[in-house]
Every structure is written in C-alpha cells, then in structure tokens.
C-alpha cells in the first residue's frame, strides 16, 4: 500500500466514510434498505468531490452478499474484494472522455444482455458521460429506455448541462455540492495520523484552500507535501509554500492593505517580491480572488462569513472586517473585477506580472 497515491489509499470504503455529500448517500442508501433500485443515475457535480468513490461505493453495496446494516458492504464477501481490487466481471467502468465515440458505446450495449457473471446486477459507471458523442449518446439511451433487469447504469459528469435531456430525463439525478474548506481540513488530518505526520497549525488549512474545493486535489497536495517533507515527517506552512508556490492568507491580507491605503510603490514592490521568491502568480491571484470574494460577503451581510464555511481564523476574519471598514461595497467589487481580469491575461502575457501590476494601478489611481 505504500506507494499507491494518497486518494487512492484513502478511499472511503464504506458510506459512513464519505465526507460532504451526506444528502446523496442518506438517499442511496435508503433505496438500498428499501431494495428500491433504479437502473439509472446519474452523478453530477464539480471535479474531486466524490462522484466515482460512490459509484463504486453503491456498487459494491447492492451485490454484496453479507450487508451491514442493511446497506453497508461488508468488504470481505468475494463481490467485494473482486470490487476493490478493480477485477470484477461485473462491474464496468468507462471512460467517456477516452471513448466518446458510437462504437465504444455499442460494445458495451453488446455486453448487456449477458446475465452477471456470480452477482446480482451488472454495473456500468460511465464517467464524464457529457463527453460521448451525439451518436454514441443516442445510442446509449436506447438502452437506458429498455434496459435488462440485472443492468445498472452510473452516468457521472462535472457538466450534466450538456448532455441530452432524453438521457438526463431517465435518470435518478443526483447534485454533488462543491466541499467546504472544513470539510476538506478533517479528511486532510484523519489521512496525516494515519500516515503519521505531524503538521503546522496553518499548514492543512493551507493545502484545504488552494483545493479549490476538490478531495482530489487536496490529498494529491498532500501527498507532495509528504514527499517534500521526507523522513522528517513534518509538514511545515513554509515548505507548502516553497513547494507550491503559493501564499498564506496572512500575506493576501497585507497586499490587500497597500491597495486600501492606494500605495502603488509599495504594492507593485511586493507583487514584484513575490515573484522573485518563486511564488506562482496564477495561483496568488486566485488566492486573492477567494480572498477579496470573502471580503465582499462581508460586507454585504456578516453572517455570510464564519468560521464553519469560510476555512479562515477568527484573527483573519478580524482582519477582513477592519479591512472593510475603509472600504465601500462598489469598491471591492471592482477591486474583483480588476484581479479576474488580470488573472485570465496572465497566461497570455508576455510579462507575467504585468497584467496584475496594472491593475494594482487602477485600484490605487481610481477617483476618491
């Protein structure tokens, strides 16, 4: 196990692991107990926030042959071994962005009608289901519409926007929601004791909000982080910065304090610092725009910002309110706007820092 990368180590193997989506698994389950199966279903919602840990997860659960609690997998059962050592005649999984086209899909509607090798249902998870072709979707949903009493279909996607209405209107539609920084933070320290590491106060928070709400991608910064740090087994804030490039909420809080105080000198002079200490500009200006979003939530009500939903410290969130004091609604909108900006024209700039020391211009030159 040592060396399978961290989300893959740490897959929930069981419903009452699964963090954040606890509206999607309360239904599943429920159907599970209530053996009220669908054949369809379809799980949309943004990248790394548990689509395809709970396709297989629901999988394994309906074919296994000593259920807990009625809906719980056992994990020890032949079906779910054969499960989770990915080599299970009767779960199929596909890759819809690397089969998109009508061919693929009819292979797999010619494998249908053959009954489950030794489990109850046959099950085909379909990721990123929005990516099969228009011919390959139609022909999928030929099958939807007379499907074999032992198939199942799992359609996972991050756009289910995209795809056609007649497949979406045969499914049980479930929404994944976007994880919050808390949410991320607690995977983040059951992973570190398990892996036993110790780690600075600030640094999970750290790797949590450069996530951008995503599993995925926080255990896959956790696993650099663990890799950086060696044998010494401690994850420290700096390191994560020198490793990712990236900057503490803390120095977001004094840049922005520059612009407030419409000191030009001193904020392009320490954009410019940043850069030359190998800080990602890219991810500095997300950062920022999560920064001065939070700020602006503030300002419009306070209760929209608290210390469950926003991954920030009470100091910090001190910090913002004083912050806002001296600043209007208008103005932190177009400070918003400025740093979005800037951030799409940074990866077509010729000079990185450009885009955004022009608009640290226009903040701090614009009328009083």
């Known amino acids: 196990m040592s060396n399978i990368v961290l989300y893959r180590k740490y897959r929930p193997q069981k419903f009452s692991e699964v963090v954040g989506q606890e509206h999607v698994v309360k239904t599943l389950t429920n159907s599970i107990k209530g053996n009220n199966i669908s054949h369809?279903?379809?799980?949309?919602?943004?990248?790394?926030?548990?689509k395809t840990t709970i396709a297989r997860l629901f999988a394994k659960a309906i074919n296994c042959e000593n259920r807990e609690d009625g809906f719980e997998p056992?994990?020890?059962?032949?079906?779910?071994?054969?499960?989770?050592?990915?080599?299970?005649?009767?779960?199929v999984e596909i890759d819809a962005a690397s089969n998109t086209q009508v061919e693929g899909v009819r292979e797999l509607i010619a494998g249908i009608k053959f009954a489950p090798v030794k489990s109850k249902y046959k099950i085909f998870i379909i990721d990123e289901c929005h990516q099969l072709s228009k011919s390959a979707a139609n022909a999928l949903l030929?099958?939807?519409?007379?499907?074999?009493?032992?198939?199942?279909?799992?359609?996972?996607?991050?756009?289910?926007?995209?795809m056609i209405p007649?497949?979406?209107?045969?499914?049980?539609?479930?929404?994944?929601?976007?994880?919050?920084?808390?949410?991320?933070?607690?995977?983040?320290?059951?992973?570190?004791?398990?892996?036993?590491?110790?780690?600075?106060?600030?640094?999970?928070?750290?790797?949590?909000?450069?996530?951008?709400?995503?599993?995925?991608?926080?255990?896959?910064?956790?696993?650099?982080?663990?890799?950086?740090?060696?044998?010494?087994?401690?994850i420290k804030t700096e390191d994560i910065k020198e490793l990712l490039g990236i900057v503490e909420v803390g120095e977001i809080s004094k840049f922005v304090d520059y612009l407030v105080a419409k000191n030009t000198k001193d904020a392009i002079m320490f954009l410019n610092s940043l850069m030359?200490?190998?800080?990602?500009?890219?991810?500095?200006?997300?950062?920022?725009?999560?920064?001065?979003?939070?700020e602006?939530?503030?300002?419009?009500?306070?209760?929209?910002?608290?210390?469950?939903?926003?991954?920030l410290s009470t100091a910090e969130i001190d910090k913002m309110k004083a912050q806002t004091t001296n600043l209007t609604q208008k103005d932190i909108q177009n400070m918003l706007e400025f740093f979005i900006d800037a951030e799409n024209k940074i990866k077509f700039s010729a000079v990185t820092q450009l885009p955004l020391e022009l608009a640290i211009i226009n903040i701090t030159h614009a009328e009083q």
């Not at 200490?277 to 979003?293: A, H, P, S």
């Open 166 to 234: 007649t497949i979406l209107s045969r499914c049980q539609k479930f929404d994944f929601k976007r994880l919050q920084v808390p949410e991320i933070i607690k995977k983040l320290e059951f992973i570190s004791k398990k892996e036993n590491v110790k780690f600075d106060e600030s640094a999970l928070s750290l790797i949590a909000l450069n996530s951008r709400g995503s599993f995925r991608d926080a255990e896959s910064l956790l696993d650099e982080c663990l890799s950086f740090s060696g044998e010494k087994g401690i």
């Open 142 to 162: 030929k099958t939807l519409e007379e499907p074999p009493a032992h198939a199942i279909f799992i359609l996972a996607t991050t756009e289910s926007h995209k």
């Open 74 to 91: 056992c994990n020890k059962c032949s079906s779910c071994l054969e499960i989770m050592a990915g080599n299970s005649m009767d779960l």
């Open 276 to 294: 030359e200490n190998g800080v990602d500009l890219q991810e500095f200006t997300k950062t920022l725009v999560f920064y001065l979003r939070q």
């Open 40 to 50: 369809a279903y379809l799980l949309s919602g943004p990248r790394g926030s548990g």
């Open 296 to 311: 602006l939530l503030l300002k419009i009500n306070p209760s929209f910002l608290n210390l469950q939903n926003s991954g």
